[in-house]
């Protein structure tokens, strides 16, 4: 059961791969997924520390998803675009996504943008990101 093998180890972020998109649709992000159902023993939710670089035009870009997701600010300050309007983030905000609404944050300043990430997934991969100059099945 779940709790049985939950009990034998956590992952550490430093110890978890750090995987990431650089390209002109998606932007350039790096995060490490902590707790995923395919990783963990784990259901229910997606969990990661997501690091956006600051002022690059190229950060992440605005995308959806049919999950719900939660940014929890650990360091550094940034812009979070959420539904077409922009809202300042600094080191404790939070901010609940609903599913399907379109979203994306950006760095400001020289300390690179860090976000605890929770997604509403048992595992990272059944989240199928959509960004609007994407072309589908590319």
Same mark, same amino acid.
């Given at each position: 059961?779940?709790?049985?093998?939950?009990?034998?180890?956590?992952?550490?972020?430093?110890?978890?791969?750090?995987?990431?998109?650089?390209?002109?649709?998606?932007?350039?992000?790096?995060?490490?997924?902590?707790?995923?159902?395919?990783?963990?023993?784990?259901?229910?939710?997606?969990?990661?520390?997501? /690091?956006?670089? /600051?002022?690059?035009?190229?950060?992440?870009?605005?995308?959806?998803?049919?999950?719900?997701?939660?940014?929890?600010?650990?360091?550094?300050?940034?812009?979070?675009?959420?539904?077409?309007?922009?809202?300042?983030?600094?080191a404790g905000s939070v901010v609940f996504i609903p599913g399907g609404v379109m979203h994306?944050?950006?760095?400001?300043?020289?300390?690179?943008?860090?976000?605890?990430?929770?997604?509403?997934?048992?595992?990272?991969?059944?989240?199928?990101?959509?960004?609007?100059?994407?072309?589908?099945?590319?």
């Open positions: 059961d779940l709790l049985a093998e939950a009990r034998h180890g956590h992952p550490q972020e430093a110890d978890v791969a750090l995987e990431g998109w650089d390209d002109p649709v998606r932007g350039r992000v790096a995060w490490r997924t902590l707790v995923s159902g395919d990783r963990t023993p784990s259901e229910g939710m997606t969990i990661g520390v997501a /690091e956006v670089l /600051e002022a690059d035009p190229a950060t992440f870009r605005p995308h959806r998803h049919a999950q719900a997701e939660t940014y929890y600010v650990l360091s550094g300050e940034g812009v979070m675009l959420l539904d077409g309007g922009e809202h300042r983030l600094r994306g944050a950006r760095g400001l300043g020289p300390e690179p943008l860090r976000l605890l990430y929770v997604l509403a997934a048992d595992r990272f991969g059944e989240v199928v990101y959509e960004f609007p100059d994407e072309t589908p099945g590319v």
